[in-house]
């Protein structure tokens, strides 16, 4: 079974440049995730997808970060401008429902460097 | 808010020492568990979970975890590492109660496992 595939895997910009990242959950996976990981920290949730539908936004910067999943598969992650502060790494997941109990698989991830 | 806590941020095992990585959590609630693990270059991927029954969850690689409510606590065990464990690890909970189905992950432990 083929898991989550993200690209690219490395980006670096400059500040106030824009850049959008691709996610491609596993097959049949209803729920999508995009997480943001700084160095030192944990995975934070930025927005959660069920099917095309946005189930949960509340911790993303509306500012600068949009994301969209046309078609309910693939979904890209975009921020304009970039700031300094984030620079990170952007992680997609994917779950078959969503539910609380769900294992969510994790891609490979962007690493995001801006300059 | 809600919040999860790894206080061990480094940790550095001789091989067939035994292993107990802290979490606690900060609600009260109905709260599902998980651990996952990042072996070096790989994705996250699920180690164990735990949302009803059994409060000592076994997961792969000879891992296991326990549920203690009264501690908001779910520390993860391993009797005898291997140089394999070498991996970063993260406590995740789901808050039932909020409503959300969102992770929300611990800053993560780092072991190392020296041969």
């Known amino acids: 079974e083929a898991g989550v595939a993200q690209s690219p895997r490395y980006k670096i910009i400059e500040k106030r440049q824009s850049v959008a990242f691709w996610c491609n959950p596993i097959s049949g996976h209803a729920t999508l995730y995009w997480y943001q990981q700084i160095l030192g920290q944990g995975p934070k949730l930025l927005i959660q997808?069920?099917?095309?539908?946005?189930?949960?936004d509340s911790q993303l910067p509306k500012d600068r970060f949009s994301a969209e999943r046309l078609k309910g598969v693939d979904s890209t992650l975009k921020i304009q401008p970039a700031k300094l502060e984030d620079s990170a790494v952007y992680l997609c997941?994917?779950?078959?429902?969503?539910?609380?109990?769900?294992?969510?698989?994790f891609g490979p991830g962007t690493r995001l460097t801006v300059l | 808010a809600q919040s999860v806590s790894q206080h061990n941020h480094h940790v550095i095992l001789s091989e067939a020492a035994s292993l107990e990585l802290g979490c606690n959590y900060s609600y009260g609630g109905t709260v599902n568990l998980f651990w996952y693990v990042q072996y070096p270059g790989q994705h996250l991927q699920l180690l164990l979970k735990y949302f009803s029954g059994d409060p000592l969850v076994k997961g792969i690689k000879g891992f296991e975890a326990e549920f203690i409510k009264s501690k908001f606590s779910f520390n993860l065990r391993k009797p005898s590492v291997q140089w394999s464990d070498t991996a970063e690890y993260f406590c995740?909970?789901?808050?039932?109660?909020?409503?959300?189905?969102?992770?929300?992950f611990g800053s993560g432990t780092r072991l190392q496992v020296q041969p």
């Open positions: 997808f069920q099917n095309n539908g946005v189930v949960d």
């Open positions: 995740a909970v789901n808050y039932m109660d909020t409503g959300r189905r969102a992770l929300t």
């Open positions: 997941a994917s779950s078959t429902r969503g539910g609380p109990t769900d294992t969510q698989y």
